[in-house]
């Protein structure tokens, strides 16, 4: 694994792992991808990193009241 591919250096947890905790677990929050992996249990560096990604791959909210997703661009 090259370094670059990691986003969690204290704990080496890639981008690929994290990206696929995402979206299989439609994780919304830091939180929720810790319930998977160790990212962010360090030192907390990566948090940014987690953050975009959650950003750029976690599902849309979805809106019941209006049976649309909430989600603007």
Do not use: W
């Not at 990212?39 to 049976?67: I, M, N, Q, V, Y």
Request: net charge negative; glycine share 6%; proline share 7%.
């Amino acid at each position: 694994m090259l370094e670059e591919d990691l986003v969690c250096y204290c704990f080496e947890v890639p981008r690929d792992e994290i990206i696929e905790i995402i979206q299989k677990n439609k994780a919304c929050t830091v939180d929720d991808i810790q319930l998977h992996c160790s990212a962010c249990l360090g030192c907390g560096g990566c948090r940014p990193d987690l953050e975009e990604l959650l950003e750029t791959f976690s599902p849309p909210p979805f809106s019941l009241k209006h049976g649309r997703s909430s989600f603007k661009e």
